[in-house]
Nanobody, 115 residues
Framework: QVQVVESGGGLVQVGGSLRLSCAAS????????MCWYRQAPGNAREFVAF???????NYKDSVKGRFTISRDNAKNTVWLQMNSLKPEDTAVYYC?????????WGQGTQVTVSS
């Protein structure tokens, strides 16, 4: 049974930091890209960051320099280090993992940045 489980969300003040984790299990095939998305109330889900199996990364412009994505291929785990958080970063953050054949989503973790 495939499981993609995020953790690490919470309430933080403006300028604070959080580290999100996502662990995938039960996936038969090698995981290629691992991604983070987010969805704020009333908005569509949007891309935040991704990392390839070889470690190449890409970020949404508004988080560049503040967020860092990393992964451990042996543990099928991806992290999102979020620094200098802003109120506009408030959203449910979702992990997405991609294999050659399928993509899998986690259930999301809430991040709330208070001013």
């Amino acid at each position: 049974q495939v499981q993609v489980v995020e953790s690490g969300g919470g309430l933080v003040q403006v300028g604070g930091s959080l580290r999100l984790s996502c662990a995938a299990s039960g996936i038969m095939f090698s995981i290629d890209d691992m991604c983070w998305y987010r969805q704020a109330p009333g908005n569509a889900r949007e891309f935040v960051a991704f990392i390839t199996r070889s470690g190449s990364t890409n970020y949404k412009d508004s988080v560049k320099g503040r967020f860092t994505i990393s992964r451990d291929n042996a543990k099928n785990t991806v992290w999102l280090q979020m620094n200098s958080l802003k109120p506009e970063d408030t959203a449910v953050y979702y992990c997405n993992v991609q294999t050659l054949y399928s993509g899998y989503w986690g259930q999301g973790t809430q991040v709330t940045v208070s001013s």
